[in-house]
């Protein structure tokens, strides 16, 4: 996707309704929507964590979307591919400055360079007792990453186009964090498996973009 037309059309990505919940558990590991109602009362006490999708155009100026593969360490997401984001410190003022916080921190990119275009719908994760704010934002610039290297093994840029492709998604089988594998619904993005909660996100930004 060129970002002229992307750009064209931000108004309706910001106006239409989320696809939310549904959206999401189509993308969901086994099992997690029966998780979903069964700890409704465990949300309301769960950490508070915020992640931001960044858009943003390649030198073709191509439409791209960032995410990070975690490092490995004894959390139930070592390894995994993710979008910039993390634990909100009880010195941010919201879950918008948390997000943009820690994508600065993650990967380099400062929030003077990005627009959010929206809050997308929150999930919330059993395993580790996160309840996820994810936020859109996009970058009109090419943009250059400094990876922080406690955190974050390697930063992963996807295009735009590979994404909305069906052939990105399909059933992998993954490690858990219980040290147990599993089929999950999941992309296949630059060789790399994107499942769980990412995934869930992803689902839900896929289906506001291919509505445009």
């Given at each position: 996707?060129?970002f002229?037309f992307?750009?064209?059309?931000?108004?309706?990505?910001t106006?239409?309704?989320?696809?939310g919940?549904?959206?999401?558990l189509?993308m969901?590991?086994?099992?997690?929507s029966?998780?979903?109602l069964?700890?409704?009362?465990?949300?309301q006490?769960?950490k508070?964590?915020?992640?931001?999708?960044?858009?943003y155009p390649?030198?073709e100026q191509q439409?791209q979307?960032?995410?990070?593969?975690r490092?490995?360490?004894s959390g139930?997401?070592?390894q995994?591919?993710?979008?910039p984001?993390g634990?909100n410190?009880t010195?941010?003022?919201d879950l918008l400055?948390?997000?943009?916080?820690?994508t600065h921190e993650e990967?380099?990119?400062s929030?003077?360079?990005?627009?959010?275009?929206?809050?997308?719908?929150?999930l919330f994760?059993?395993?580790?007792?996160f309840?996820v704010?994810?936020?859109?934002?996009?970058?009109?610039?090419?943009?250059d990453?400094?990876?922080?290297?406690?955190?974050v093994?390697?930063i992963i840029?996807?295009?735009?186009k590979e994404?909305l492709?069906d052939?990105?998604e399909?059933?992998f089988?993954?490690n858990?964090?219980l040290?147990?594998?599993?089929?999950?619904?999941?992309?296949?993005l630059?060789?790399?498996?994107?499942?769980?909660a990412?995934a869930?996100?992803l689902?839900?930004i896929?289906a506001?973009i291919k509505?445009l």
């Amino acid at each position: 996707m060129h970002f002229e037309f992307f750009k064209e059309n931000i108004t309706k990505i910001t106006n239409i309704p989320l696809p939310g919940l549904q959206e999401q558990l189509r993308m969901a590991p086994p099992g997690r929507s029966k998780m979903i109602l069964q700890y409704q009362q465990r949300m309301q006490s769960s950490k508070k964590a915020a992640v931001l999708a960044l858009l943003y155009p390649d030198r073709e100026q191509q439409m791209q979307l960032v995410f990070i593969l975690r490092q490995k360490y004894s959390g139930v997401h070592s390894q995994q591919v993710s979008f910039p984001g993390g634990k909100n410190d009880t010195t941010d003022p919201d879950l918008l400055y948390t997000a943009l916080r820690e994508t600065h921190e993650e990967i380099g990119v400062s929030s003077n360079t990005i627009d959010v275009l929206r809050p997308l719908s929150h999930l919330f994760i059993p395993p580790s007792n996160f309840y996820v704010h994810p936020f859109l934002g996009v970058s009109k610039q090419t943009l250059d990453f400094t990876k922080e290297e406690k955190e974050v093994s390697e930063i992963i840029e996807v295009p735009l186009k590979e994404i909305l492709s069906d052939d990105s998604e399909g059933v992998f089988e993954v490690n858990t964090s219980l040290d147990q594998t599993m089929e999950v619904p999941a992309f296949y993005l630059k060789k790399h498996i994107v499942w769980g909660a990412t995934a869930m996100i992803l689902a839900e930004i896929k289906a506001l973009i291919k509505t445009l």
